[in-house]
């Protein structure tokens, strides 16, 4: 008997706030644009903001936004003063990238922001930004004001949930007016903007749920581990092994829904390795990595070829060896001490061997392009040239209410993959060997060893 899981990343860091509101924005946001609309000299949209609040906000820089950014509040539960900190922190970062996102849809063809999808998108935005400006003159120092803060960031996460089947559909949908080129570089600022945005909601979020003294039991963000060894979203002691194995039963779950067949996997290498990471980020790219080499072994045959995982943790250098020695327990108050982590790698490479026959040369310089898939629903057979798989994974996605629910044909799996490893330094290379198989190395930088 077959159940449809969800996908891990909906298992794992749920977030149940006491006063999460579920909002409808359907009626007032997804409205399509009127007839004038190619009158107006900006997409069509229900919130007002003054165009210069935008463009002075769009015109600030970006921070760039590193793992340690996100512990330096310090470890669960936190005082009140590194609660309020870590809510200013949050605001003084969110509607700057909010702003430049929206300067950045604006900056579409107008034919395109116009699609409903994207309208969408955009307007989730401009809604989003108007939540955070009554915040903007403020700094967060009563617990009043960073609950009702916390409670808008809960919003804004929920707010854009569905981002990315909704863009991929727009751009699906208006294919003739834009460039592929131009898509693919839009997407990949976009979608890499938003991993640094969810995560600094995220991160917020998540401290504030667990430093609350009295929390309800099913509220707690990550329950099962609240003791151990979370800060917010990043769990400082994360074993791939663990993560690829839930993956591998969601993904060979998936396969013997659509191929009647449930690969294998085996670990090696170093699967005792733990390193500081975001769990949902490595859940989506193991699941999206795992997708591809299950389906190409089964397309190709051969099933009883397992899938070899080698997991190799990253040598401490010499000089941070050094410093943790000299360093490791001289914390003072002004800097405390992150650790104890277990000994955690600064990094760790991942090699995904499969022997689903590779890719061919005229596939090859295609994989990274968002929307680009050789999978077709209709023509499982491997080898056929570029499917039309999106539109029916669109419909997936959209059935199943997440993202990743089909083996594969949205054509997000790489690119988007590649940006969440790039995001804190990592990244992906794809090594085929035509004929045989592929390997597939992920590389992540961990937050490795903290000073102090
Ligand atoms: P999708 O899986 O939705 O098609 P991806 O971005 O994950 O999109 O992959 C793009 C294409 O790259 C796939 O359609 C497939 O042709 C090729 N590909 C990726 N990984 C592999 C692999 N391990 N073996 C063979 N082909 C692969
Ligand atoms: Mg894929």
């Not at 919003?155 to 751009?171: K, M, Q, Y």
């Not at 890719?359 to 023509?379: A, K, R």
């Not at 590389?443 to 490795?448: A, E, I, S, T, Y």
Request: glycine share 8%.
């Amino acid at each position: 008997m077959i159940s449809l899981l969800p996908p891990p990343s909906a298992r794992v860091g749920r977030i149940i706030l006491p006063w999460s509101r579920q909002i409808s924005y359907s009626s007032t946001f997804a409205r399509h644009p009127s007839p004038s609309a190619h009158k107006w000299s900006h997409p069509p949209s229900s919130t007002t903001i003054a165009d210069d609040e935008v463009a002075s906000l769009a015109s600030k820089p970006l921070h760039a936004l590193s793992l340690a950014d996100l512990v330096k509040h310090g470890r669960p539960p936190l005082s009140t003063d590194a609660l309020f900190s870590s809510a200013n922190f949050t605001l003084s970062l969110l509607p700057i990238r909010l702003a430049h996102r929206i300067q950045a849809l604006r900056n579409l063809p107008f034919i395109v922001v116009s699609n409903p999808n994207i309208s969408k998108i955009y307007n989730n935005y401009l809604h989003s930004l108007s939540t955070l400006l009554p915040y903007k003159e403020k700094t967060i120092s009563s617990l009043e004001d960073e609950i009702k803060f916390t409670s808008v960031l809960a919003d804004l996460v929920e707010t854009h949930s569905h981002t990315i089947p909704t863009l991929a559909r727009g751009f699906l949908e208006c294919r003739k007016y834009i460039n592929p080129i131009e898509v693919t570089r839009f997407l990949d600022e976009h979608l890499r903007a938003r991993i640094g945005t969810r995560l600094i909601a995220e991160q917020h979020i998540a401290l504030h749920v667990s430093s609350q003294p009295h929390q309800d039991p099913k509220s707690s963000y990550h329950e099962e581990n609240s003791q151990s060894s979370y800060i917010g979203v990043i769990d400082t002691a994360l074993q791939p092994a663990s993560i690829i194995n839930s993956c591998g039963n969601f993904v060979s779950e998936i396969c013997e829904l659509k191929y009647g067949v449930r690969p294998t996997w085996v670990i090696d290498g170093e699967p005792g390795t733990t390193f500081a990471f975001v769990p949902v980020h490595l859940e989506y790219i193991i699941t999206e990595l795992l997708k591809n080499a299950f389906r190409a072994t089964v397309e190709s045959g051969k099933s009883h070829e397992p899938v070899i995982i080698t997991i190799a943790a990253e040598p401490e250098s010499p000089r941070e060896k050094d410093r943790s020695v000299k360093n490791g327990s001289s914390a003072t108050d002004d800097n405390p001490p992150i650790r104890p982590f277990e000994d955690p790698a600064p990094g760790v490479t991942i090699r995904i061997r499969d022997r689903g026959g590779g890719i061919s040369p005229e596939v090859l310089p295609n994989i990274w392009s968002y929307s680009f898939t050789t999978f077709s629903d209709e023509d499982d057979l491997p080898g056929q040239g570029p499917g039309n798989g999106s539109i029916d994974a669109l419909n997936a996605m959209s059935g199943a209410g997440g993202e990743g629910s089909s083996i594969a044909g949205l054509g997000y799996g790489l690119p988007l993959s590649r940006a969440y490893a790039e995001y804190f330094g990592g990244g992906i290379a794809v090594q085929s060997l035509y004929g045989w198989g592929c390997d597939v190395y992920l590389r992540l930088k961990g937050l490795g060893r903290p000073k102090g």
